[in-house]
């Protein structure tokens, strides 16, 4: 009789496989912003220290964690300093560990596999980035959101939904590398 999804991305994607739309209900996911979700307040960053941001989620294509190589690659290039903490695991994570080693990036970039307590790896950091080539709804955006993290994300699906100046970086081609660069430089 009717339908939930968790997005409008989401609804207009149910609704093309022919489903009425007037029978599709969007609820949000929800973060309990008064239990594992709640920052402890973050001591500002000290100058002359690296921006600490938190690349959560699967080593896999559809994350496409090399572009994320690439963006520190360029902070690196523009003399930007920056410690990405990656968090999680997947079939390319040897493939990664090896790119970083030879464009020299392991004291930048640290692989740290798959931990169930993000709450405490959103609140060490700084930022969080995403360099996915789709998604759904990303939970790891209501995560940070709930933890007054900002946000540097692609603009694919419905992240568009979530993100605004206010909360992060929306970035608007998702293979600029130079965009990516842009936004963690004015965070740092």
Do not use: C
């Not at 207009?12 to 969007?26: K, N, S």
């Not at 496409?64 to 930007?80: I, K, N, Q, W, Y």
């Not at 360099?131 to 994300?153: C, D, H, K, N, Q």
């Amino acid at each position: 009789d009717a339908y939930s999804a968790t997005s409008e991305d989401l609804k207009r994607r149910i609704a093309g496989h022919g489903v009425d739309p007037q029978r599709i209900t969007v609820i949000y996911t929800g973060i309990d912003a008064e239990g594992e979700w709640v920052p402890a307040g973050r001591p500002a960053r000290a100058t002359g220290t690296a921006l600490q941001v938190v690349f959560p989620g699967r080593l896999e294509d559809q994350k496409d964690p090399e572009l994320m190589v690439d963006v520190v690659a360029e902070l690196r290039r523009r003399g930007t300093d920056v410690i990405v903490d990656v968090v999680g695991d997947g079939s390319l994570r040897a493939a990664l560990e090896a790119r970083v080693a030879a464009a020299g990036l392991q004291e930048r970039i640290r692989f740290h596999g798959v931990h169930y307590d993000m709450a405490d790896w959103y609140q060490r950091a700084d930022a969080m980035l995403m360099t996915s080539r789709f998604e759904g709804i990303p939970y790891v955006i209501f995560e940070a959101m709930a933890m007054a993290l900002p946000v540097v994300v692609p603009d694919v699906n419905a992240n568009a939904e979530l993100v605004d100046g206010e909360v992060g970086f929306l970035i608007a081609d998702r293979t600029d590398v130079g965009a990516y660069a842009d936004a963690l430089a004015a965070l740092a």
